[in-house]
């Protein structure tokens, strides 16, 4: 069984948007059962046994009969891959799932994640008051490509996969914004993803994890 680490408690704004819930959504959508190992802010996030399972110090890892995996993307991809789920059957169809990960992560989170760090963590200081509105501006370049990418489709590639699971969880992160209403189609694309049940099965997990730990 797969044992998925993540933090003991974080702060209320934080509990919905946490990585590991990208693995609880993936190991929900392939139907396999887990176990949980919580891990403490602070100190014990650098503890030797810690640190053996993610070496940044963060979460979430998971481990597998001898496997220790940590990033969520490539968690997920894992998932993914080990089940047949999240990922078509086809050569061309897995490769274009798997590079919508890498979109998400690497050409849209890294924009929406600053423009969250400002907000949640230096909204009252002076220099933000520049900086943001640029930020912005390149969430709202990205937003627009993607919108355009995804046309008429329900899903990035017709069928919900992996990529949709990530693009989608990048995109909650911009839930105490107005920022996605702003593009119709991107934000119907999130509601049908987040209406899966699988989704509402890990969010109901997570949430509850950390209400226990309060």
Known sequence: MITLTTYAW????????????????????????????????????????????????????????????????????????????????????RERATAWVFAALNSVEIWIQQLASLDFFHAKEEWTKDFRPQIEKLVHDR??????????????EGTFTVGDLMMTDVLRILDHTNIVAAYPRLSAYKQRCQARPAFKRAMTAQREGFQKAA
């Open 10 to 93: 974080v702060p209320d704004f934080a509990a919905p948007l946490m990585r590991a819930f990208r693995v609880r959504w993936a190991l929900e959508e392939a139907g396999l059962p887990y176990a949980v190992r919580t891990v403490a802010l602070g100190p014990e996030q650098r503890s030797p046994e810690h640190l053996a399972r993610q070496p940044f110090g963060q979460a979430p890892a998971i481990e597998e009969d001898g496997l220790v995996l940590f990033e969520s993307g490539a968690i997920a991809l894992y998932v993914a891959e080990k089940t047949g789920t999240l990922l078509p059957r086809d050569r061309i169809g």
């Open 143 to 156: 937003l627009d490509l993607l919108e355009k990418a995804l046309g008429g489709k329900d899903y990035l």
